[in-house]
């Protein structure tokens, strides 16, 4: 029997999914997610009316906003987790179960903490001057990042890393 916060202490909760291959196998793998990640928000800014030097700026500070604040807030947040849950324990057979659910509410909580910090952040690089489409394109920016980072995370696990 393991306690029930061991299995949600391994997710990146509020970090940039950006930096999960970081953690998980490092180097080349890392680098190559970091700049797509990038590039592919950078583009949803192009398309969204952005030059293409405010695109890649403002993609960088907006991953770099949110990556700093996933790594402040990840060490509360998993304090609060382990405090509520310290007493409880689950069983071998659920243990998988548990985590694979843990890990997604983990992956949406960061998909929202980011969408809400990187709009913030933009309202202060960028002004007021229309929020309507800064969300539309954050919101658009972090479903296709995400998704490219889920898809790379998946195949990783799958391939290399599955027992």
């Known amino acids: 029997m393991?306690?029930?916060w061991q299995l949600f202490l391994p997710p990146i909760l509020l970090a940039d999914m950006s930096l999960v291959p970081i953690l998980i196998v490092g180097?080349?793998?890392a680098i190559f997610s970091s700049?797509?990640?990038?590039?592919i928000e950078a583009i949803v800014f192009y398309r969204g009316g952005w030059t293409?030097?405010?695109a890649f700026l403002d993609s960088f500070l907006l991953n770099?906003?949110?990556?700093?604040?996933?790594?402040?807030?990840?060490?509360?947040?998993?304090?609060v987790i382990i405090v509520l849950t310290e007493n409880i324990k689950v069983a071998a057979q659920i243990e998988q179960i548990l985590g694979y659910l843990l890990w997604g509410i983990?992956?949406?909580l960061a998909?929202?903490?980011?969408?809400?910090i990187e709009y913030y952040v933009l309202i202060l690089l960028r002004g007021k001057e229309d929020r309507a489409?800064?969300?539309?394109?954050?919101?658009?920016?972090?479903?296709?990042?995400y998704g490219a980072t889920l898809i790379l995370g998946l195949t990783i696990y799958l391939f290399f890393m599955r027992g």
Do not use: E
């Not at 700049?35 to 590039?39: C, K, W």
């Not at 770099?64 to 304090?79: E, K, M």
């Not at 489409?133 to 990042?145: G, H, M, P, Q, T």
């Open 35 to 39: 700049l797509g990640v990038l590039t």
């Open 106 to 108: 983990a992956f949406i």
């Open 2 to 4: 393991n306690h029930l």
């Open 133 to 145: 489409r800064f969300k539309r394109s954050v919101v658009i920016a972090n479903l296709w990042s």
């Open 64 to 79: 770099l906003a949110s990556t700093v604040a996933g790594y402040v807030l990840y060490p509360i947040v998993g304090g």
């Open 52 to 54: 293409w030097g405010k």
């Open 27 to 29: 180097g080349a793998v």
């Open 111 to 116: 998909f929202v903490g980011t969408v809400a």
